[in-house]
């Protein structure tokens, strides 16, 4: 089931990286091609919000390509006795995969809140043991398994 999981969050990001960088070369192409049939101030204007956007969508593609190098890192064999990263936790109040903050993943009929070791809730599991105890944002919970 973790080898189902992680190669789905390693599909999300790879499609959240072609989509930033289709939407960085459309920025662009139509920076480019305001240049040309525009005049004065309405061509910087464009060329500048066309920067704007070609920079938030390089931001968007790098943050997706660090996250794949991460995912990468990830050992499936390994034996978890402490929550850490690559670890499918599973609580009394759901479950979690320790890897990138991805949001819910849906993998059989079950949700998964894939998050990352940098989160709120990551940085409770973290070195937490099954049986261990915890509280997050008000609620009690209790680890049942580490995968």
């Given at each position: 089931?973790?080898?189902?999981?992680?190669?789905?969050?390693?599909?999300?990001?790879?499609?959240?990286m072609d989509t930033s960088w289709q939407a960085m070369e459309a920025a662009k192409n139509s920076a480019n091609e305001e240049g040309k049939s525009s005049?004065?101030?309405k061509y910087e204007t464009a060329r500048a919000m066309g920067q704007i956007d070609r920079e938030m969508n390089g931001r968007m593609y790098e943050q997706a390509r660090q996250d794949r190098l991460l995912l990468e890192k990830i050992n499936l064999q390994l034996p978890?006795?402490?929550?850490?990263?690559?670890a499918l936790v599973k609580t009394?109040?759901?479950d979690f995969f320790v890897a990138i903050g991805a949001g819910v993943v849906t993998l059989n009929g079950k949700n998964i809140m894939v998050i990352s070791s940098q989160s709120p809730i990551g940085q409770i599991l973290i070195g937490k043991s099954p049986q261990e105890s915890f509280e997050f944002r008000g609620k009690a919970y209790e680890i049942v398994s580490i995968d």
């Open positions: 089931m973790k080898a189902e999981l992680l190669e789905k969050v390693k599909q999300l990001v790879e499609k959240r005049a004065g101030d978890f006795l402490s929550v850490g990263l690559g009394t109040m759901g």
